[in-house]
C-alpha cells in the first residue's frame, strides 16, 4: 500500500530550520552538524526519487574547487603552507591554512544546501504544493514545479545518451569529445519543452480575464515583495534580525496589497484537502522549536554562528543548544514510512 505523502508545510519548516545556520554563518560545529543531518534524511528518503545524484556531484565539485580558489586568492592567516613568487598575478603570496579550513566550511555549507533542495525534491507533493497556493499563483507554482522536475529528467537523459554513445564505440578523451553528449541532450531538451509548452497551452494554461493594468498592478508589487523579501535574506545572513524583521514586514504588506487586488481571472477546483497527519506534526513541531531556538540564539549570542580564521585561527565556539535545536532536525527519519 502506498503511504500517503507528508504534508509540504511540515517539510517547509525542516528546511528553512535546517538551512539557517549554513547561510548566517560559518561556524564548524553547526554546519558540520547540519551537513550530517541533511545527509542522513536525504540517504533516508533517497527511495523517494531519483536523478539528483549528478546535482550532487557536481555541487560536491564546486565545492571542492572553491576551496582552492580561496586558497590560492586569500593570502591572510598565520598558518602558512608555502609562499608563492609574489609576480604570479592574483595568486603569488602566501597559502595559508586559514583559507583552506574556510574554504572548507564553505563547501560543506553549499553541500548541506544542495542536500536539503534534493531532499525536498524527492519528498514534496507538488500537486499539493500547487493546491495550497492562492489561485493567482497558480501558474507560477505549475512553472516552477515543472522546471524542478525537468533537472531529474536531464540527468536520467544525459545518462541513457553516454550509455547509447558507449556502445557504438564513443570513448571521450577531452572536452573537445562532449559533441556526441551535449548536441543529443540539446536536441531532447528542446523536443520535450515544444511537447510540453503545447500541451499546456492545449489546456489553456496561463489564460485570464483579468485587465492589463489589473495584472501590471498585481505583478508589480508580487515582484517588489520578493525583492524585498530577497534583501530580508541577506540581512538575515548578515546577522541584521531587526533590519530583516521590517523588511519581513514590508515584505508581507505588499503581498497582501497584491493578493487584495480584485481579479476576475479563471480559479481553480479543489475537490480534497491536504491531509495534516500525525507525521507532519512530528516535523513541524521538532522543525518549529529548532527554528525558534536558533533565531534566539541569533539575536544574544551570533558569534554562536560565526567564525573568522583570519588573521588568526582561532577555536569555534560551540553553543549546544545550536546543536541540540539541530538534531531535532533528524525528526523525519523517525517518522519514515
Known amino acids: 500500500m502506498r503511504t500517503a505523502p507528508i504534508d ?13 545556520p549554513p547561510l548566517v554563518g560559518r561556524n564548524p560545529f553547526p554546519v558540520v552538524t547540519c551537513a550530517v543531518v ?30 582552492v580558489f ?8 598565520d598558518w602558512v603552507i608555502t609562499t608563492l613568487p609574489d609576480w604570479l598575478p592574483l595568486i603569488g603570496g602566501p597559502l595559508t591554512w586559514n583559507a583552506a579550513l574556510f574554504g572548507l566550511v564553505s563547501g560543506i555549507a553549499l553541500m548541506t544546501v544542495v542536500l536539503i ?27 516552477g514545479a515543472i522546471a524542478w522536475t525537468l533537472v531529474p529528467q536531464t540527468g536520467r537523459a544525459l545518462t541513457e545518451i553516454r550509455e547509447a554513445q558507449v556502445a557504438r564505440g564513443y570513448q571521450p578523451r577531452g572536452v573537445r569529445d ?20 503545447e500541451a499546456l497551452e492545449a489546456r489553456a494554461f496561463g489564460s485570464s480575464a483579468t485587465a492589463d ?10 515582484l517588489l515583495a520578493v525583492t524585498v523579501g530577497v534583501v530580508a535574506a541577506y540581512a538575515v545572513m548578515l546577522r541584521a534580525v531587526v533590519l530583516a524583521a521590517v523588511l519581513l514586514a514590508i515584505a508581507s504588506i505588499l503581498t497582501w496589497l497584491a493578493l487584495r487586488t480584485p481579479s476576475d481571472g479563471i480559479g481553480r477546483t479543489r475537490y480534497r484537502r491536504i491531509a ?18 536558533e533565531l534566539v540564539v541569533l539575536v544574544t549570542s551570533p ?16 553553543n549546544l543548544l545550536v546543536l541540540g535545536c539541530i538534531a531535532l532536525l533528524l525528526a523525519p527519519l523517525a517518522v519514515q514510512p
Do not use: C, K, Q
Open 8 to 20: 509540504p508545510r511540515a517539510w517547509f519548516i525542516w528546511a528553512i530550520a535546517l538551512a539557517l
Open 38 to 67: 541533511a545527509g542522513a534524511v536525504a540517504l533516508g528518503y533517497r527511495g523517494s526519487g531519483s536523478g539528483w545524484g549528478t546535482v550532487v556531484r557536481l555541487a560536491g565539485w564546486l565545492a571542492a574547487v572553491g576551496v
Open 70 to 77: 580561496n586558497v590560492l586568492t586569500v593570502h591572510a592567516g
Open 117 to 143: 533542495g534534493v531532499t525536498l525534491t524527492r519528498v514534496l507533493d507538488w500537486v499539493a504544493v500547487m493546491r495550497m497556493l492562492p489561485d493567482r499563483f497558480a501558474g507560477l507554482a505549475a512553472v
Open 178 to 197: 562532449a559533441g556526441p553528449l551535449v548536441v543529443p541532450l540539446l536536441a531532447g531538451g528542446l523536443e520535450r519543452a515544444t511537447v510540453l509548452g
Open 213 to 222: 493594468a489589473t495584472r501590471r498592478r498585481e505583478g508589480f508589487l508580487l
Open 276 to 293: 495534516w497527519d500525525r507525521r507532519a506534526t512530528v516535523i513541524a513541531g521538532a522543525s518549529a522549536v529548532a527554528l525558534v531556538g
Open 303 to 318: 558569534g554562536a554562528f560565526a567564525w573568522e580564521p583570519y588573521p588568526s585561527m582561532v577555536i569555534p565556539v560551540a
